[in-house]
């Protein structure tokens, strides 16, 4: 009689632990699909049309600015040029990385990438 009740009592220990693997497993993999679900949102939205046109309306601004900025760092006193030149690295840094995210951008985004950006 306690050769059966050790085995029945092994047998509900095994099945609390085959149920807590198979939770354990179930909430990990839940976890795992979110992720994937948010990688493929994410890639989804940086496709579209309105992510590729706020980025490249955006890149052509700051294009303009930069080209605002090195007129003032032909003009500025030179005091001034290197804070100046501190905020047109800044501003090609962010068109760099703004261009970067862009597909098939315009022949004018993709001529500046090249000759302003070292990374592709």
Known sequence: ???DAIGALSLILLGVLVLAVVIF?????HW???GQEAQLGG????GSY?????????TTSLISD??????QIAAADPAQKPMLAAQRAAEVA??????RDIQNPPADILS???LNCSAP
């Open 1 to 3: 009689m306690f050769r």
């Open 94 to 99: 962010e068109t760099c990385r703004l261009a």
């Open 112 to 114: 500046w990438h090249t």
């Open 43 to 46: 890639q989804t939205n940086r």
């Open 66 to 71: 930069i080209s605002r900025i090195d007129a």
């Open 25 to 29: 497993g179930g909430w990990k993999l």
């Open 50 to 58: 309105g992510f590729q046109q706020a980025h490249m309306d955006q």
């Open 32 to 34: 795992w699909f979110r």
